[in-house]
């Protein structure tokens, strides 16, 4: 049985990167599975999401396991694999900018910072910069006059 599950993200990882991450966590005396997304990060950055299966923490909260899991991320990731229908382009990877362990109520146990990524943009979601952009929800300083009082 899996002592950790790593939630994907297919805005970031693909099944090899996945797969690669499964064998450097594996190196490290440690099982891991993949597991659906749970959950969004509302800062904007995106941080790599394990989950802790076990109930005893502390093997999971030691400085080398949490050294180790940064070393084989950015190992994983910092390297370029080939991608596409007939692998024919190549494409690079960002690094997470953190790596959020959480208990299996999903609370969080441990969170390790990536050094050398790069924080992403602190904007607004999505939706509310479209909203924004079309005017709803927009502040306005006086009520509509409709055409025919003009």
């Known amino acids: 049985m899996a002592q950790l599950l790593i939630e994907e993200n297919f805005q970031h990882l693909d099944g090899q990167d996945v797969e690669s991450l499964i064998e450097a966590i594996a190196e490290l005396g440690l099982s891991a599975e993949p597991t659906q997304p749970r959950g969004g990060t509302r800062s904007g950055d995106w941080a790599l999401v394990l989950h802790w299966l076990r109930d005893d923490t502390g093997l999971v909260t030691e400085e080398a396991v949490a050294a180790g899991l940064v070393r084989a991320v950015t190992q994983v990731l910092g390297q370029v694999h080939l991608a596409g229908p ?4 190549v494409r690079g990877r ?37 909203r924004a952009a079309a ?13 025919t009082e003009v």
């Open 94 to 130: 960002t690094l997470p900018v953190r790596i959020d362990i959480r208990g299996r109520a999903g609370e969080l146990i441990k969170s390790v910072a990536v050094p050398g990524a790069a924080p992403g943009p602190t904007a607004a979601p999505r939706w509310r910069d479209r």
């Open 86 to 89: 007939g692998g024919t382009s």
């Open 135 to 147: 005017g709803h929800g927009a502040a306005r300083l006086a009520p509509p006059v409709p055409a």
